[in-house]
């Protein structure tokens, strides 16, 4: 009898914890969420940007929005689709709005989305953002890798930036 609760008790500890552990996309959205408020850096030129994070809709989205880069504002905006998957749409300043699913280093620092499809692309080869790497490297500290995809050419943007306080 007493072995049987014993197996018992370790058969509900296990379903316990594997009920409340998240999935690789969910701890993302979460790294993602954790980057709430502003953040200035520079851009690969040496140039001035701000990037703004938010969470919006109850939680279930984050948008960000990237001011100084151009002339005009780009806003992203990130949601799990199910438990599983986390995607972006990046609404671009070219006019196109490419959608990314992410992958996740085993650390979930570095987030990696690459393209999945997009509206408004008015060819398979016309510029657009093919992929995104974000990296956090502290909690008042990242990267944003962006990848744009021109013709088969792929210009790299890398955005240093630091929380502001």
């Not at 993602?32 to 690969?44: D, F, P, R, V």
């Not at 509206?119 to 790497?133: S, V």
């Amino acid at each position: 009898m007493k072995s049987a609760r014993i197996v018992l008790s370790i058969v509900l500890l296990a379903t316990a914890s594997v009920a409340f552990s998240q999935s690789p996309a969910q701890n993302s959205f979460d790294q993602i969420k954790s980057l709430a408020g502003t953040w200035e850096g520079k851009n690969s030129l040496g140039e001035p940007l701000q990037v703004t994070f938010k969470s919006t809709s109850g939680g279930s989205a984050v948008m960000s929005e990237i001011s100084g880069h151009g002339p005009e504002d780009m806003i992203t905006m990130f949601h799990l689709d199910g438990p599983n998957r986390l995607l972006m749409t990046h609404y671009c300043g070219v006019g196109n709005q490419p959608r990314m699913l992410a992958s996740v280093s085993p650390d979930a620092k570095t987030i990696r989305f690459s393209f999945l499809d997009a509206t408004n692309l008015a060819t398979p080869d016309a510029g657009h953002m093919e992929r995104l790497i974000v990296t956090v490297l502290d909690a008042n500290h990242h990267t944003e890798e962006w990848h744009f995809a021109d013709h088969g050419k792929d210009i790299k943007e890398v955005f240093d930036l630091r929380r502001k306080m």
